[in-house]
């Protein structure tokens, strides 16, 4: 193992040679013997991993289970539709609300036009062009 290799393997697995492939980790074991270079390199990484271990906290295997466990129930529930609005009910639903509505109002209007309430007109119109000038918003234009 040349000592390239030996820094990108002390990059990647810390510096405790026993997480390290084993493979590699003979042959590093080899190196460290005769190279003081590779033993400062170690070191390094051995004071990198002291660093990181205090700043991370420390998580037990318990934690790790039970959350891995609840993402695995979140995943396995069945998916709940979101409930949907009145006006966007079944067909069934949204046919009666509007009939009763409509019924409603058709009984409204008999009973007061014949009550007298409101007036009923004849029609008068002798074509298009006046239902459309006689009835439009703004009123009679002539």
């Known amino acids: ?17 026993d997480r ?14 005769d190279s003081a270079e590779a033993r400062a390199i170690l070191a390094d990484a051995a004071a990198l991993d002291a660093l990181l271990d205090r700043a991370a906290p420390a998580v037990t295997e318990d934690s790790v289970q039970r959350v891995l466990k609840g993402i695995a ?10 409930p949907t609005p009145w006006t966007l009910a079944a067909a069934p639903m949204r046919f ?31 074509g298009y062009a006046e239902v459309v000038v006689n009835s439009s918003y703004l009123g009679a234009i002539q």
């Open 20 to 33: 390290w492939p084993a493979t590699d980790g003979v042959d590093a074991l080899t190196l460290l013997e």
């Open 73 to 82: 129930a979140r995943l396995d529930a069945p998916v709940r539709p979101a």
């Open 1 to 17: 193992m040349t000592l390239k290799e030996f820094k990108r393997f002390a990059d990647l697995y810390g510096g405790d040679i």
């Open 96 to 126: 009666w609300p509007t009939a009763g509505f409509l019924a409603a109002m058709g009984m409204a209007g008999f009973l007061a036009a014949a009550q007298g309430v409101l007036p009923v007109s004849p029609p008068q119109a002798n």
